[in-house]
C-alpha cells in the first residue's frame, strides 16, 4: 500500500516563501497604521535580528525571511549562488507590493488580484 508522503521540499520551500510574503502584505492591508509607523522611524539593519525585535517564535521577521530563503535555496530552486543578500530582493518587492496596495494606486485591487 503507497503511503502519501506529502509535498516534496521544492514545493514546501516554495509554499513557505509564498507564506511570509503573503503574511507581509495581509498585515499592511489589515494593519495599515501599524505597517506605516513600523517605518516612520528610521532604524537601521543593526535591529534586525535583535531579540527585542522576535516574535512568539523567537524568530524577527527578517531572519523568518533568511530562514524561507534559506530553505528555497537548500532545496534547489534557489541558486545558491543567488541567495547572498537576497533578503533584500525579495523584501523590496514585498514591501513595495504592500505599501502599494495600502497607499499607493493599487489600494482598489479586488482581494482576488491581490492573492494572484
Given amino acids: ?12 520551500a516554495q509554499a513557505r ?17 501599524l505597517f506605516r509607523i513600523a517605518f516612520t522611524f528610521h532604524a537601521d539593519m543593526a ?6 525585535a522576535a516574535g512568539p517564535a523567537g524568530r524577527t521577521p527578517f531572519q523568518i525571511l ?7 535555496a ?3 530552486t534557489l541558486d545558491e549562488a543567488r541567495r ?6 525579495a523584501w523590496s518587492a514585498v514591501h513595495g507590493l504592500a505599501a502599494l496596495l495600502v497607499d499607493g494606486p493599487l ?6 488580484q491581490v492573492r494572484a
Avoid: C, I, K, N
Fill in 1 to 12: 500500500m503507497a503511503s502519501w508522503a506529502g509535498p516534496g521540499p521544492r514545493t514546501s
Fill in 17 to 33: 516563501f509564498r507564506a511570509v510574503g503573503q503574511g507581509y502584505v495581509a498585515f499592511a492591508q489589515t494593519e495599515p497604521g
Fill in 47 to 52: 535591529q534586525a535580528e535583535e531579540s527585542t
Fill in 74 to 76: 537548500e532545496s534547489g
Fill in 84 to 89: 547572498p543578500g537576497a533578503e533584500f530582493l
Fill in 66 to 72: 533568511g530562514d524561507a530563503l534559506d530553505t528555497l
Fill in 107 to 112: 489600494r482598489g485591487l479586488a482581494a482576488g
